[in-house]
């Protein structure tokens, strides 16, 4: 099975800052990969696909990048409505894994 | 619109079997393969597998085998979990996500989520 090891676990971050998550593959993934943002009580939601193509409806401060094993998610000047937990996940072949989640706090 | 809405929360007794539905609306059903999604409490998201309403064709993460069953009704565009042999280690919420390869193989569509209670 592919593992996904994403970092940070936890990010304490202030309004309008930039942060980073990022997120490795044991193998070889090309560019499918997706990110998912979960708040708290929700399900989670698609942010990005195929690695660095936005959602409908995603805002344009979210954006990612990377190939084959390495991978990231950039946040551009953090909203309050940003907060929550972030996953990564790959849809390479099956099974198809998530990685551990980041969670994103208000500082 | 898609949707879909899942059944409500369980508690079952360990040893015991539950199946949970999915019942979707605003696309057609056969179009898209269904998956499932374990959240355990505080913790990250498992896949189950996924089922091909078309032909009930399934595929399931090993770790599913034998815990799992995957089934839907097309007649009423549902798609159904059951659990089976349950434990404590089952106690988690449980979401149902449709694949979209308009969106690169990604879930662009899950419902609520359903909360499965394993206690005695």
């Known amino acids: 099975d592919i593992q996904m090891t994403q970092s940070p676990a936890s990010l304490s971050a202030s309004v309008g800052e930039t942060v980073t998550i990022t997120c490795r593959a044991s193998?070889?993934?090309?560019?499918?990969l997706a990110w998912y943002q979960q708040k708290q009580g929700k399900s989670p939601q698609l942010l990005v696909y195929?690695?660095?193509t936005l959602a409908e409806g995603v805002p344009s401060r979210f954006s990612g990048s990377g190939s084959g094993t390495q991978f990231s998610l950039k946040i551009n000047s953090l909203q309050p409505e940003d907060f929550g937990s972030y996953y990564c996940?790959?849809?390479?072949?099956?099974?198809?894994?998530f990685g551990a989640g980041t969670k994103l706090e208000l500082k | 619109e898609v949707q879909l809405q899942q059944s409500g929360p369980e508690l079952v007794k360990p040893g015991a079997s539950v199946k949970i539905s999915c019942k979707t609306s605003g696309y057609t059903f056969t179009e898209y393969t269904m998956h499932w999604v374990k959240q355990s409490h505080g913790k990250s998201l498992e896949w189950i597998g996924g089922?091909?309403?078309?032909?009930?064709?399934?595929s399931y993460n090993q770790k599913f085998k034998g815990k799992a069953t995957l089934t839907v009704d097309k007649s009423s565009s549902t798609a159904y979990m059951e659990l089976r042999s349950l434990t404590s280690e089952d106690s988690a919420v449980y979401y149902c996500?449709?694949?979209?390869?308009?969106?690169?193989?990604?879930?662009?569509?899950w419902g609520q989520g359903t909360l499965v209670t394993v206690s005695a």
């Open positions: 996500a449709r694949r979209d390869y308009g969106y690169g193989g990604g879930f662009a569509y």
């Open positions: 193998e070889n993934i090309y560019s499918y």
């Open positions: 996940q790959h849809h390479y072949g099956t099974p198809l894994t």
């Open positions: 195929n690695a660095k």
């Open positions: 089922i091909n309403p078309n032909n009930g064709g399934t």
